[in-house]
């Protein structure tokens, strides 16, 4: 069984930083695209950044210039660094990771059970 376990999250101030990680574990054979989605209440939930497994970035034009998404291949975790937080950054954060299930030997869709981020003075 393939877990995503996301670690970061909490309470800042406008303008300070937050970081955001989320490994894949249990039953992974490879790690393909991975990502961060993003949910404040009473809104859906929208991709804030992503990279692919050849470390090509996405970024939605809110966070562009503030957050920085990375990732590390070998411990299959993917890294969320946001800078200059704003309240509307406010919401819980999700990672998302297409797996490839070694005891399935199918790819599938996984997801991160959230983590709160809150900006607020």
């Known amino acids: 069984q393939v877990q995503l376990m996301e670690s970061g999250g909490g309470l800042v101030e406008p303008g300070d930083s937050l970081s955001l990680s989320c490994v894949g574990a249990g039953s992974v054979a490879k790690v393909g695209d991975m990502g961060w989605y993003r949910q404040a209440p009473g809104t859906q939930r929208e991709m804030v950044a992503s990279?692919?497994?050849?470390?090509?970035?996405y970024y939605i034009d809110d966070v562009k210039g503030r957050f920085t998404v990375s990732r590390d291949n070998a411990k299959n975790m993917i890294y969320l660094q946001m800078n200059s937080l704003k309240p509307e950054d406010t919401a819980v954060y999700y990672c998302?990771?297409?797996?490839?299930?070694?005891?399935?030997?199918?790819?599938?869709?996984?997801w991160g059970q959230g983590t709160q981020v809150a900006v607020s003075s």
């Open positions: 990279i692919s497994l050849a470390g090509i970035t």
């Open positions: 998302y990771a297409r797996v490839l299930d070694n005891l399935k030997f199918i790819w599938d869709d996984y």
